[in-house]
């Protein structure tokens, strides 16, 4: 593909141990239905607090993957 | 779902009445197509100036929703 | 359509040559699935370094498109 | 006009009763020097604090409008 | 007083029926406590989403008022 | 409560060892005066170098709290 | 002038060509009644999208000119 | 005025001596030609070297004003 | 203290002199009651013009305090 | 490598032809003392204006290069 | 030094593991050549994925250290 | 030199009296190493605060300066 084109899917995994989970999680569901994921910028680093502790962190990220041909890019 | 996973949609909805009105337009219109929406965040507000007042409020706003398992998250 | 609703996706065009022609090649990619985009905003501007020069532009871009009613705004 | 070139002035617009009505306000002043206004973006939605009540809306936008031939577009 | 010091503090109000109401309540609940508010600023827009409309507007605002000579400013 | 205040602080918290439990020290120190914390944001992410490593690392978070009927807001 | 005071506005120009030439047309249009401008900066890229390519370029600029003596710096 | 209009524009004051001193220049010079002045915020300070000290400060100020009756606010 | 927690602040301080002046001036006043201050970053610089000058600096700044063991961090 | 590290360094390119030409002269200069450049992302794009139009182009560029093991990354 | 310099640089470390360890590897590289670092902020966190996982994370870190007398702060 | 580049680089100067002596104090450190230093912006302001006043004011600024041809521009 000489002039690749990239297409950026917003997601925001969850886990209750650590950021890195959190967007290992959303990849994982991700990586089901959307092929070529390439690169990911975290975009914000939120939690849920369960009293006096974070009982869910809630990391958005963007995702960019290839556009393939076969593929809808909408 | 024990680490739920969301995605993010940016939607522009539209109303010659009010800010409100134009992101209820973008939500029912989304609702045709997108099951388990959960929040919004506002990204922007614009405007059509139709002479002298604003012919139609233009209102950005980013929606989060639940990746159920049997979706398509692309 | 008296209230008309956007849907705003993001791609990444690539081209050796130039910042147009990295967007207008993200845009004949989208145009095969995508009907009835309206406008752009470019959002960010990167390259891939060969030695001395740009060996890729890349152009990400926010590209708004009408949301007809038969249509999967997801 | 093949190159329409566009001019963007910012106002503050205020109102006791919303934020829709702060910016209305804006441009019916607007509108009795400037012509061919084409559209607005809110950049900042503050208000004065009567006692426990928002006593006045103060809403800025930045408005565009087409710079015509015979216009002064300092 | 000659030079006054003004505090901030942020605020989330809610409301089911718009972005104003919203506002008006963080405000009526936040006078129970604080004087001399005098202005506030818009910081942040979202809303609880129930199926296909706006069940709760959320919306975050800094609230400036003057640090009297009794008060703790803490 | 039907239309909920929520009020926001902003707290730094600090740990040798991980961002996780720098932030989830500032929610330890907070639960001992705050009640009814609902979610976090991370604003920044800092660290204080010790020759060739991270010393110390410091979490700037702000934290939402609902505003309950007989606390202080201010 | 000792103490050279500037003033600031913003333009946007079009083309169907390229950026740079976007820009050029606002300045050649603005050259018309604003003398002395200086410098200019970038603050947005958009486009026109028609079917599959951008069939207008508009490329906001802020433009920095200094006031002389006799000018009206509104 | 029930409901004030204000406008505002962007100027740069320079100074060989502080920051303050160059917003002084900036609105000394405008109030030759604009009244009612209000408010300002400073957007960006900047400066020229020459060799090892800032030779000149360069302040960009924006200026809010009452939009008059009798005025021309374009 | 092995993991210190510090907590933020935002004041806004006045003076007809200086921006440094109006900082000074916010923390004198938050000495009162505020103990451990340990720095501060200026969020904010506007001011109130009388007719062609600055009649009142604005200096808004976040101020952070260590929260020792009595204290009440609300 | 196993874990690369990478340093950013910010340049200004410059050019009366395009943005593009600015950003190649800016890394031909920069080729000449860095080795092993990667990417690059422009982050301010300005221009000296020459009456009516841009005599010369100023593109900011943040460039990425590969920190190799003999080489000085101050 | 009665008032002490500081320069900062930019960093990108990374680390198949965490996002502590991508700072840790970016740090340790750099005190090979650089002495007297003194504090760091994270401006970015990314990541190559591979397939359905972070592969590599990438964070970029702003490093300050104080510029000794007999340094080349270039 | 037809198209000069120009590299910025990014210093943190302190002067317990003032913002602007703290930009001095950090161009006069960084002119024993560096030639042709052209302008500067200021990025950030900072303090430590001792007690009730700001002990050390710490002003952040990018530095611009001339590429030679003779000069390293790592």
């Known amino acids: 593909m000489a002039n690749p084109v990239y297409k950026m899917i917003e997601l925001t995994g969850t ?19 959307v092929r070529e994921m390439k690169w ?6 939120r939690g849920r ?10 990391v958005t990220v963007k995702v960019g993957f ?3 041909d076969e593929e809808d890019d909408d």
């Open 66 to 68: 290839t556009v393939l």
């Open 15 to 33: 886990s209750p141990v650590s950021v890195e989970e959190a967007v290992q999680n959303a990849l994982q569901r991700a990586a089901k239905t």
């Open 40 to 45: 990911l910028e975290v975009v914000e680093i």
């Open 49 to 58: 607090i369960d009293e006096d502790h974070v009982g869910q962190w809630q």
